[in-house]
C-alpha cells in the first residue's frame, strides 16, 4: 500500500513540474506573439553590416611589398605571400598573394599590422559555395570591391537591431538613411574637442 502511494505521490510531483515547464515555455510564446515581426525576407532585404564588421578581406596588389607581416601576425599563419627577390632594385617583387577563407577566423590581425594599408575588411559575408577549394581567394579575387548593402538596387537595406532608433523594434518602418541610435567615433572625437576648447579658455581666464 505504501509502495502504491509514494508511486502516485512521485507521479503527481511530475506532472506538477511538467506543467510548470510548459507554462513557462508558453509564457515565452505569448510574449513574441505580442511583439512585432522582425523577420528579414533575405535575400531581397539585407541588414546593413556595422561598422567594425570584419567580412572578406580586400587586397591591394600594388601596396603589398611582400613583406610577410600579415603571415607573422596571422594565428595560423594562413596568408600565402609567392615572392622573388629583384637584384636591380633589390627589393622584393610580388608574384602572387593568396588567403583561403575556408579556413581563415577573419580576426583582421593582419589587415591591423599591414605597414602599407594594402588588406582591408569589408562587408561582404556571403562565401558560401559547393567546393571548399573556391574559397581560396587569390589577389585577383581578393582585389575585386564587393557591393554595399545600401548601393545595391536589387535589395532593401534594413538597420540591425543595435542601430534603430530609441523605441523601435521593427526595422522595416525605418529607412537606412535614418540617424542610428548611438554615436559614431568622430562624433564623440569632435565633441570631446569641443569640450577641451571650452575648457581652455575658463583655464586661461582663472590664471
Known sequence: MLNFLSKVGDYAKETLQAAKYIGQGLSVTF???????????YPYEKLIPSERFRGRIHFEFDK??????CVRVCP????VVDWEFNKETKKKNLKHYSIDF?????????????????LSVTEEYELAAYD???LNFD???????PYKVTDDPMVSPMRELAYL?????DPHVVPHTA???????????????????????EASSKN
Open 165 to 169: 532608433p530609441k523605441g523601435v523594434v
Open 102 to 118: 575556408g579556413v581563415c577566423i577573419f580576426c583582421a590581425n593582419c589587415v591591423e599590422y599591414c605597414p602599407t594599408n594594402c
Open 132 to 134: 571548399r577549394h573556391e
Open 139 to 145: 589577389n585577383v579575387a581578393m582585389g575585386r570591391l
Open 76 to 79: 595560423i599563419n594562413l596568408p
Open 31 to 41: 510574449d513574441h506573439m505580442s511583439r512585432r515581426p522582425i523577420t528579414v525576407q
Open 179 to 201: 540617424p542610428r541610435a548611438g554615436k559614431h567615433p568622430e562624433d564623440i572625437l569632435q565633441e570631446l574637442e569641443k569640450q577641451a576648447e571650452r575648457q581652455t579658455p
Open 64 to 69: 603589398c611589398i611582400s613583406c610577410e607581416v
